[in-house]
């Protein structure tokens, strides 16, 4: 049973840093791309970040573009997010999720990911 455990949300000011964390079991992490997505009261979800399953390639949507970094530690089958310089618009629920084997087309796509974490909440205060 696969599952993805979001850690680290909070309170913050903006301008300032936070990290969020997913820790995956239950399959073999590292043979999997990873992303985060997001979702704001009353917004569809949206693509946050993506980074393929060594780490190699990272991928952002625009708006985080800069101030974001994904990364990865397949040792400890964790996820990473990091958010420097954060607005008030980046306030959502934060969700990691693991793309399917066999997803084609881009990595920004939701449909592409089969396991979803239950999300961790991030709030920036202006």
């Known amino acids: 049973q696969v599952q993805l455990v979001e850690s680290g949300g909070g309170l913050v000011q903006a301008g300032g840093s936070l990290s969020v964390s997913c820790a995956a079991s239950g399959g073999t992490f590292s043979s999997y791309d990873m992303g985060w997505f997001r979702q704001a009261p009353g917004k569809e979800r949206e693509f946050v970040a993506a980074?393929?399953?060594?780490?190699?390639?990272?991928y952002y949507a625009d708006s985080v573009k800069g101030r974001f970094t994904i990364s990865r530690d397949n040792a400890k089958n964790t996820l990473y997010l990091q958010m420097n310089t954060l607005k008030p618009e980046d306030t959502a629920v934060y969700y990691c999720?693991?793309?399917?084997?066999?997803?084609?087309?881009?990595?920004?796509?939701?449909?592409?990911?089969?396991?979803w974490g239950q999300g961790t909440q991030v709030t920036v205060s202006s």
């Open positions: 999720a693991r793309r399917a084997l066999m997803a084609v087309g881009p990595s920004s796509r939701g449909s592409s990911y089969d396991y």
């Open positions: 980074i393929t399953r060594s780490g190699a390639s990272t």
